[in-house]
């Protein structure tokens, strides 16, 4: 049987709607552990990959798992300002406000899936940016585990991270510009 695409837009009330259990979820994060709001977030990677989800849950649950481990990488190094907001969106997974009960097959997890999409869309630079890092760091270097290669992949990825993060200031800074003249699709989550 051939794939079949089905599509649907959010009217601005249902994104208003959706972005307010986010932003409620943001602001209750500055009261919680860092570390239970990443074990929330992995928890439910794992608790959808398990139950064997449609394609379009999967790519918004590898999405998540990025968003997690931007955190969690040491050598990324996420700044501080932008660790918050990953943590403040992911605060929404430890205490979901599940519109679709998980249950149902097919459907449990959509409403999950649009909140990753939504989190994942406002913070697509630096996703994009970490996943460029990532990259970076599987080919950097050759013998990596020998002291020479270690002190080596350490400069290339202290250079590397310099010039990701000037790269999504500017993009970052560009679509700022085109908020300010209209031009701009999407509205601020913070």
């Known amino acids: 049987m051939a794939d079949l695409k089905i599509t649907f837009t959010l009217s601005s009330k249902d994104v208003v709607h959706l972005r307010r259990l986010i932003r409620n979820a943001t602001n209750a994060a500055a009261k919680e552990d860092p570390s239970s709001i990443l074990g929330a977030a992995e928890t439910l990677a794992k608790q959808v990959r398990g139950a064997q989800p449609p394609g379009y849950v999967l790519e918004r649950v590898q999405k998540l798992?990025?968003?997690?481990?931007?955190?969690?990488?040491?050598?990324?190094?996420i700044l501080p300002a932008v660790q918050k907001?990953?943590?403040?969106?992911?605060?929404?997974?430890?205490?979901?406000?599940?519109?679709?009960?998980?249950?149902?097959p097919g459907l449990g997890f959509l409403d999950d899936a649009?909140?990753?999409?939504?989190?994942?869309?406002d913070l697509r630079h630096e996703l994009a940016?970490?996943?460029k890092f990532c990259d970076y760091r599987e080919?950097?270097?050759q013998r990596p585990w020998t002291d020479v290669g270690k002190k080596r992949?350490?400069?290339?990825?202290?250079?590397?991270?310099?010039?990701?993060?000037?790269?999504?200031?500017?993009k970052q800074a560009r679509d700022a510009e085109r908020s300010k003249s209209g031009g701009s699709f999407l509205k601020a989550l913070w």
Do not use: C, N, W
């Open 129 to 131: 940016g970490y996943h």
């Open 65 to 77: 798992e990025a968003l997690v481990g931007m955190v969690q990488d040491e050598e990324y190094g």
């Open 85 to 104: 907001k990953v943590l403040g969106a992911l605060a929404y997974f430890a205490h979901p406000t599940d519109l679709i009960p998980d249950a149902i």
């Open 139 to 141: 080919s950097a270097v």
């Open 153 to 170: 992949l350490k400069l290339l990825l202290t250079e590397k991270r310099k010039q990701i993060r000037e790269e999504i200031r500017r």
């Open 114 to 121: 649009i909140m990753v999409e939504l989190i994942a869309q």
